[in-house]
């Protein structure tokens, strides 16, 4: 499943976090808090598809996707797209204008991409002491160098600089994808080993000293981490796939007969059912299902695996909820809408995307208001 000095003038302040593991591991006080997805945001940054790197049937297949999140997601909150060059700007805009989604709340950045998956090595948005917005830069090397990843590595960099906000560089400190961590907006970070303390991430790493990079970067003192499976997709087990924060008192997941099906160990399910919060208090449990069936795309090829629910993305006024034309659609989207009654739940048909082990959480990022 399937992310300085003080420059002049526009440019950002970037503070480089260049420490060892060791140094880090001894430090305790919390520098940053990462904002809870739910919290009202600026915008929502996607990476668009392109022909540049899988070839123009492949970016093709995808477009509607896009469409959609962004029709979806522009009409409460900004929606800032990543086109891989100028020519693929206009062929966006073009698209968008015949589906009539209004361009009034969309902007473009002009960036090369190595692929769409903005939540793992796109900018993660954290406020400091203050409550000042800065930009995050954690580490991405294409899930442990299974895929292309320098371009897709510069891009909080590039975005931190367009918008004038502080850098601060954790390339040399952990790799670390979006998808991999879970955050309550109340001190819990929920993870799996296998895809963070994994020897082609993070060699030599410890616990320990992961958990501490995470309190001080992240504002994370209350742990939850779950093995996990490392080699069994490219991801070694994002933890967005199957377990995620609803709010601060919910995990939302699936049954323990889905969670095998998604080969969940069988011990990482006992704990991600019976995880507790900072205060010691146990979560409330939402489970939803699997897709009734194995997913097949729009253009008739069978993955022969089913679809998970759990990877949607919580918009300003919206719930973007990966579908798949499967009878499990409507049950799932009914759960979720009742976990969020003050939001519409919109299914996205990610039929086409679920071929490439991604659904909507792994191509959305937030920026918090």
């Known amino acids: 499943m399937k992310k300085m000095l003080c420059l002049i003038l526009a440019l950002p302040l970037m503070v480089s976090a260049q420490k060892n593991q060791s140094q880090l591991s001894k430090g305790n006080e919390i520098l940053y808090t990462m904002p809870e997805e739910s919290e009202l945001h600026e915008g929502t940054w996607l990476q668009w598809p392109h022909e540049y790197q899988y070839g123009e049937t492949f970016s093709n297949r995808l477009d509607d996707v896009w469409i959609a999140m962004t029709e979806s997601l522009a009409a409460d909150e900004k929606v800032h797209i990543i086109a891989y060059n100028e020519e693929e700007k206009e062929k966006i805009k073009e698209m968008l204008h015949e589906a009539n989604v209004s361009l009034a709340n969309v902007d473009f950045y002009i960036y ?24 995050e830069d954690w580490g991405f090397n294409g899930w442990g160098k299974k895929a292309e990843f320098t371009n897709c590595n510069a891009i909080p960099s590039k975005i931190a600089r367009a918008q004038g906000k502080t850098l601060i560089d954790l390339n040399s400190v952990m790799v670390n994808e979006g998808g991999a961590i879970e955050i309550d ?5 929920l993870a799996t080993k296998s895809a963070i303390l994994n020897a082609n991430r993070n060699p030599g790493m ?15 003192t209350n742990f939850i981490w779950l093995n996990g499976k490392a080699g069994l997709e490219i991801t070694d ?15 939302v997941t699936m049954s ?13 399910i006992d704990k991600l059912y019976l995880a507790k919060n900072k205060s010691g208090k146990p979560y409330r449990i939402v489970k939803l299902p699997l897709t009734k069936n194995t997913v097949t795309t729009a253009y008739g090829k069978k993955l022969g695996y089913k679809g998970s629910y759990v990877n949607y993305y919580i918009g300003n006024k919206v719930v973007l909820v990966p579908n798949y034309q499967d009878s499990n659609d409507a049950v799932a989207n009914a759960i979720i809408q009742k976990l969020y009654p003050a939001r519409e739940v919109i299914g996205i048909d990610v039929r086409n995307l679920y071929a490439n082990g991604g659904m909507i959480h792994c191509v959305t990022q937030q920026q918090p208001k």
């Open 112 to 135: 090369p991409t190595d692929d769409f998956w903005v939540r793992d090595n796109g900018p993660i948005y954290v406020r400091d002491k203050t409550g000042k917005l800065i930009i």
């Open 185 to 189: 907006g109340n001190g819990t970070l």
């Open 206 to 220: 410890s616990q320990g000293e992961a958990e501490a990079i995470f309190r001080k970067y992240l504002g994370a």
């Open 237 to 251: 087990m994002h933890i967005d796939g199957f377990a995620r924060f609803g709010n601060s008192s919910t995990l």
């Open 256 to 268: 323990a007969d889905d969670l095998a099906d998604w080969q969940v160990p069988d011990n990482d």
